[in-house]
């Protein structure tokens, strides 16, 4: 039988999870992509769990919030997908 209070915890750990998604930012990279159709050129992207949030072009200014993980890709390519 299952107790009441892990009945009651699972909603509480599914939110808990949600809200520590994980956003990422990698700098310093010579990358490609494609946005609508068009191969397209970045230096930095930050991404949400499997989710693109933004593509940085280069030499554009990134915004980096505190939490922000940030990984230094040390000018090599960087082809996502």
Known sequence: MI???????IPL?????QLMAQTTLIKNVNG???????LT???????T???I???????EELSVAKNVM??????????PG
């Open 53 to 59: 949030n933004k593509v940085y072009a280069p030499g």
């Open 49 to 51: 769990d499997d989710t």
């Open 3 to 9: 107790k009441p209070q892990l009945i009651s915890a």
């Open 41 to 47: 050129q970045f230096s930095a992207i930050s991404f």
């Open 13 to 17: 750990l599914l939110i808990s999870s």
């Open 32 to 38: 490609y992509t494609f946005v609508d159709k068009a």
């Open 70 to 79: 940030v990984i230094d890709g040390q000018g090599q390519t960087m082809l």
